[in-house]
């Protein structure tokens, strides 16, 4: 049986200690504050921010909701980006994705000052981790690479297999594995014998939005199991993109749904929002 890789209790060390840097740096002046822009009426989104805007009142960081309406043009949301951009007492700045068809993410995410950016979604911040800089980093495949440090799981020279190729996940993933070592392989819906890929794995990280699409015939023993999908199951439950029951069995390490990688997305936003006040003045 694996060692089950506790999410939920490292975000909460984490954002114990975020709350100790956050309070630091109000001593000397310094106010941490999250601004997100949301627009339309997407209720996961609503969760998700709802939950962003929980984390910020725990760590102590201030919090700003935009909400636009759905018939929001691209110049009024660029508008609102530069002039949170302008915003003195605006840190951080979040646009929650996905927004409505017809308006323009990659210019809105290119639009907000790299400094600002804690999504870590700027073409900046994107080539900066490609090239070893240190950076904003994406939540999740941030939060991943802390779960592997606090863990003790060695990349280097590891065969890992990324599963998702998404500009959030997948890709920021490639970069972070690489810079530790790994040797990265990737793959994705139009893959072809998906398992010849994984067998070989003695790490993969799923993020292909499948419930319990990763199955125990497709993984070696002693594999680390990181699962980064969120999904609904047949029977209603909450579950990954791993079938969690029977890859545990197999797996040396991994992470369970809920309580895995989700929590410490937030909590690697938390540290980035910290991170964006700390290089700002
Ligand atoms: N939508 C789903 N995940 C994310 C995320 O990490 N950041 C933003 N901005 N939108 C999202």
Not at 155 to 160: E, Q
Not at 184 to 198: A, D, L, P, R
Not at 239 to 252: Q, R, T, Y
Request: hydrophobic share 40%; charged share 25%.
């Amino acid at each position: 049986m694996a060692i089950i890789i506790d999410g939920k209790e490292l975000a909460r060390k984490t954002r114990e200690n975020l709350k100790i840097d956050c309070q630091n740096l109000k001593e000397k002046g310094i106010v941490p504050k999250l601004a997100v822009i949301m627009v339309g009426d997407n209720p996961a989104s609503k969760v998700y921010v709802k939950n962003k805007s929980r984390a910020c009142e725990d760590v102590g960081i201030e919090y700003e909701e935009f909400l636009l309406d759905e018939k929001t043009t691209q110049k009024e949301l660029i508008d609102l980006i530069h002039k949170l951009n302008d915003r003195k007492d605006v840190t951080g700045i979040l646009l929650q994705s996905p927004i409505p068809a017809g308006l323009d993410i990659n210019e809105a995410f290119r639009e907000i000052y790299y400094k600002k950016d804690v999504d870590g979604f700027h073409p900046v911040n994107v080539g900066k981790l490609s090239i070893g800089q240190d950076t904003f980093i994406s939540c999740t495949p941030y939060g991943v690479m802390k779960m592997f440090e606090e863990y003790n799981i060695d990349l280097t020279g590891k065969n890992v297999v990324i599963i998702g190729r998404s500009n959030i996940v997948g890709k920021p993933l490639i970069q972070c594995c690489l810079n530790k070592n790994a040797t990265v392989t990737v793959c994705h819906s139009k893959t072809q014998n998906i398992e010849e890929y994984t067998k070989k794995a003695d790490i993969v990280i799923v993020a292909i939005g499948k419930a319990k699409f990763l199955k125990a015939d497709m993984v070696k023993d002693g594999v680390v199991i990181i699962d980064v999908g969120i999904n609904r199951g047949e029977d209603g439950k909450l579950c990954g993109d791993v079938d969690f029951e029977n890859v545990s069995k197999k797996a040396s390490y991994i992470t369970p749904v809920p309580g895995g990688v989700g929590p410490m997305t937030i909590a690697m936003l938390m540290n980035n929002v910290i991170k964006a006040a700390k290089n700002f003045f």
